[in-house]
DNA sequence: CGGTAATTTCAGAAATTCCTGAAATCCGAG
DNA sequence: CTCGGATTTCAGGAATTTCTGAAATTACCG
């Protein structure tokens, strides 16, 4: 590996944190490289700077490819495929979310659901689907969370996020906060809330 | 394995899962296992159910306990261990966020805190830390959100999370909400919000 | 068409992670 | 102290994952 000791530092930290959230190591490597790098590198380069064989990039830039996590270059008068991060981390968040969901999430839920549909022959089981309930009903939730916000472009998820400390106080004050907007009609939502809106909701 | 097929899916997909989030699947499997049993179970329970060594069983259930996720009990007149899972799963999320944080998130935080202090001797590397400092306000924020929310009792959380969708609203129909509370002094915050207050902020 | 550079594929080697059985340790009871 | 059941440790084998080099493929160029 050849790279400035600060850069350095930052791809092996970064592909031993990727290890253990189930990312292939040197993956996560070049995932690294690529996001710290101001312009695009191409394979060649990713072999040069980390020291892999060339078909072990090859196939990480695959893998980053089929995770949307990696924007595809090409450069004028050189046949070379180049590529990048996108710049907006918020960005990358979302697209690494998302893809998660899809491979993991969604297709849990679909086997707890069906589970769940199964007939229980005994008290035994049905305890379990109880319980399989439970967490499906979590991860439903989550989900619904998610699906919800993961639309909001980068500023506004960052001020939902700081605000996110002072609902908590909020809802620590007053349950009845939690009726926030439930019963109004649809048109009144999408005709803008105002301060007097949320008075006016928590007041019911 | 000998369970029943219902238990038997939910402890082959958890496992399965497991492994894909950096879990090995066997404590995903005996996870599972723990999580959907009316009654705790001992070690040897565990063999029988899932057909593992019994040192296996014993080192995945000292890892569960490393993570805080398993209950341990003795019953009165019986030298053998038994364990369970929490009863909340909203407790469990917590845990395994809380952990992992501990065991990964702070560490990177510290991490790139560290390379952002080193002096950059080129271009690239100032490039770079400037990426970095991206990605550690992201880490930043999102941890800062959870040191908030994280003590939220089960209801509220989920509560905060069905909310979590109308805020949205608000935010996008009006973005001077986001300054709620900001420049309010701590003592007024820490006797609680109120609507008068949530109004009396926003109007600043 | 060849020629060439870039990329991909893939079988097997290398590395890592996981699992096991045998032995060691622990611990309360007698 | 000794016995016996429960648990843990750990060296090494098994299984899985990752990585590589050689060969194949692609795609552009003259």
Redesign the interface.
Known sequence: MNL????Q??VL?FGE?G????INRTVGQIYALL????EPLCAEDIVEALGLSRSNVSMGLRELQAWNLVVHKHLPDDRRDFFTTPDD??QI?RTLAEERKK??VDP?LS??R??LM?P??????R???G??A??H??ID??T??YD??KR?ETE?L??????????????????R??T???RRPKAA?EA????AD??QA??E
Chains 1, 2 share one sequence.
């Open positions: 400035p000791p600060l850069i530092s930052f930290h944190m290890s253990r959230w189930g996001y710290v790098s101001p981390v918020w968040l491979r993991e849990t086997v707890l069906e589970i199964q229980a022959g005994s008290d035994e089981e305890f379990a689907q319980r399989i439970e967490m009903g979590l939730q989550l619904t969370w919800d916000v909001l506004r960052a001020n939902l996020l700081s605000l996110g400390a002072k609902i908590t106080r909020l809802l620590e004050a007053k349950d906060v939690v926030l907007g439930r939502r803008g809330d105002t301060r949320v008075a928590e007041g």
